[in-house]
């Protein structure tokens, strides 16, 4: 055991390293080149999006999990958060501790200090060997910063609390919160705080109600800067929702995590079979941002077409 932990903490190291390895000037502007990317609907880049970090080998939403998609040269991280009892912004996809710690109970019961006493769980469900502790946004945030964009999931419901961070930090146009309200409920949302952070709409064009709220974004004098489309089945009007977004100077953002969001064409899939059938086709519908569980195997296949540097 103290072999292998030796080895996971020797594995980290070196992420970390390769990470910082850019050199201070280059990864000073790494994010901010991310950030042109996603404002630039004319590249052909592919964006690659990494969901809850490398959780294949290290804990879901650690920090390890997040450095180590750094190395990789992945451009945005996808985290979750929750709030603590005693309102602490906390990384976690779920309200409840028991799938990913050592205890038992909805995270909203505890302190942030008493969260400590627990440790991360891997994806097989076993405590982590390298007794990692569940991290606050802020420790999140502060490794990210300068190095790789941050979407956080969930952001919106605690959006007051994600500007004031991201405004402390001196990083708010590397954060990305997406939602699925109405664009005049969002902008008097976000109209309430005068900051710089990103915004993208989630939109299942398949869903009778979902027309509507496209069709007021797209009727916008602004065009947004990307939109999440999902889709279990892809259909005519699917395709037509791709088309419109990319038509109005938009970036399209797709995810690869499971097939209800994609119409099949999951990592899993891509495994299985090829990336090029997989990838390649979201690619081929106009992609230009793709939400992924396996990062190294995407970026792999992007870099062969001379889509991702």
Same mark, same amino acid.
């Given at each position: 055991m103290k072999v292998l932990r030796f080895l996971l903490v020797a594995v980290v190291a070196a992420f970390t390293l390769a990470a910082c390895d /850019? +050199? *201070?000037?280059? /990864?000073?502007?790494?994010?901010?080149k991310i950030v042109e990317e996603i404002r630039n609907p004319q590249s052909k880049n592919v964006l690659v999006i990494c969901h809850r970090g490398d959780w294949r080998n290290f804990p879901e939403n650690s920090i390890p999990a997040i450095e180590s998609v750094i190395a990789m040269g992945a451009d945005i991280v996808e985290l979750d958060i929750a709030l603590t009892?005693? *309102?602490? !912004?906390? %990384?976690? &996809?779920?309200? *409840?501790?028991?799938r990913c710690t050592t205890g038992? +109970?909805?995270?909203?019961?505890?302190? #942030?200090?008493? !969260?400590?006493?627990? #440790? %991360?769980?891997?994806? &097989?469900?076993?405590? /982590?060997?390298l007794d990692l502790k569940m991290p606050t946004l802020r420790e999140a945030m502060e490794v990210c910063k300068d190095r790789i964009v941050i979407n956080i999931d969930k952001g919106y419901n605690h959006y007051d609390l994600v500007v004031a961070m991201a405004e402390e930090l001196g990083m708010p146009e590397q954060v %990305?919160?997406?939602g699925s309200g109405s664009l005049s409920d969002i902008r008097q949302k976000m +109209?309430?705080?005068d900051s710089k952070l990103l915004f993208m709409p989630v939109i299942s064009p398949s869903n009778a109600s979902n027309k509507a709220l496209m069709d007021e974004y797209l009727a916008d004098s602004e065009p947004q800067l990307a939109y999440e489309i999902c889709w279990n089945e892809y259909t005519p009007v699917v395709e037509d929702a791709?088309?419109?977004?990319?038509?109005?100077?938009?970036k399209l953002w797709v995810n690869s995590l499971w097939n209800s969001l994609c119409g099949g064409l999951s990592d899993d899939v891509a495994w299985v079979t090829s990336a090029e059938e997989v990838y390649g086709k979201l690619v081929d519908m106009g992609a230009t941002m793709i939400q992924t569980d396996r990062p190294e195997y995407l970026l792999e296949y992007l870099r062969s077409r001379g889509l991702h540097d």
């Open positions: /850019c +050199g *201070s000037a280059k /990864c000073d502007k790494r994010a901010a009892k005693d *309102s602490v !912004l906390v %990384l976690s &996809h779920d309200r *409840s501790i028991d038992r +109970g909805a995270v909203s019961d505890y302190t #942030y200090e008493e !969260l400590q006493k627990f #440790y %991360l769980k891997t994806a &097989h469900g076993i405590r /982590c060997s %990305l919160i997406k +109209g309430q705080f791709m088309k419109r977004v990319i038509a109005d100077g938009s």
